[in-house]
């Protein structure tokens, strides 16, 4: 019997790209982005906080807590992303094939890739952050002990530390056999049986991302700690929701889906679901989201850059 789309088909797509999301987004960032799943204002100016943490101190003669000052960014909600597919009444009412399998990583993919190169254009634009050269085709376990080293120097955040570099720069770093052999590093070794686009390397998510957006020096990666880069997520408001006031008939089956977080996936993506059933008897659905990033404190960043020739 041919396939049909109904409501329940609709969200469970959006439910399987929520879990597609969460395997293609490292955990870590959510030490950088505000995940919420509120109604946002497009192009509004938020502020997120970027935490402190005072110093240790002699509490032996008693407790006084040392001053902590917390820094403000303002973070523009200006990202308005979607993902969408139509199949008209003949497509929908020819085919045996599985639309949820088959749609719901190609719509994650869309919206991650549109997400983590928003994330990583901040390096490109955003002055401040610490350059260093290295051609991506030498990375090796050694590139990232050096970052390492670097943030570390900069008494950045130990904890929730990630990074984005390209496919040369990837395929470089998984040919060092102290990353990959199970002998020299089992963790990294299954991790990267497991995930061939990501790595757990130096107290590092290291990720494989192809679309790195280009400085004028051909940026080849970012090595980040938590603070480096803050951003906050939203679900834009629309007319055909339940609970928007409107005297208008609906045209068009709208839900707020954003899965609660669990301990293994630490991140709440929530996703706007447009369900739209055409005259002709058609359907299209849409996935959308927005968000906005903004530069968070720059010793908490390192970027590596092609040598100049």
């Keep these: 019997m041919a396939n049909t789309l109904g409501t329940k088909v609709g969200t469970l797509i959006a439910q399987r790209t929520i879990d597609y999301l969460r395997e293609m987004l490292p ?38 807590a040392p001053d902590v000052t917390d820094t403000d960014r303002s973070v523009q909600v200006n990202k308005w992303k979607s993902a969408s597919f139509a199949f008209t009444v003949a497509e929908l009412n020819g085919t045996t094939r599985n639309l949820v399998e088959e749609h ?16 990583a254009a901040v390096f490109v634009t955003a002055a401040g952050y610490n350059d260093t050269e290295e051609a991506a085709t030498a990375y090796d376990k050694d590139t990232v002990r050096a970052a390492r080293k670097r943030l570390n120097v900069a008494k950045a955040p130990p904890t929730g530390r990630v990074a984005f570099i390209n496919a040369d720069a990837y395929e470089a770093l998984t040919g060092d056999a102290r990353v990959v052999s199970i002998d020299n590093n089992p963790s990294a070794h299954n991790q990267f049986v497991e995930a061939p686009s990501r790595l757990r390397v130096g107290g590092f998510d290291v990720q494989e991302y192809p679309n790195l957006p280009d400085n004028s020096q051909d940026m080849n990666g970012v090595f980040m700690a938590p603070g480096a880069v803050i951003g906050v997520t939203g679900i834009p408001n629309d007319a055909n929701l339940a609970d928007f006031p409107s005297d208008a008939p609906a045209t068009a089956m ?3 889906i954003a899965a609660p977080m669990s301990e293994d996936s630490l991140i709440n993506i929530p996703l706007l679901l447009r369900e739209t059933k055409t005259q002709a008897g058609g359907f299209q659905m849409d996935l959308t989201m927005i968000y906005g990033f903004a530069k968070g404190q720059t010793a908490c960043g390192e970027r590596i850059v092609e040598p100049a020739s």
């Design 254 to 256: 709208v839900r707020r």
């Design 104 to 119: 719901a990583p190609l719509l994650a993919n869309t919206l991650a890739t549109a997400f983590l190169a928003d994330l």
């Design 27 to 64: 955990p870590a960032l959510r030490y950088y982005v505000d995940f919420g799943n509120e109604g946002a204002v497009y192009n509004q100016t938020t502020t997120a906080r970027i935490p402190a943490v005072g110093a240790a101190y002699d509490a032996s003669s008693g407790y006084s």
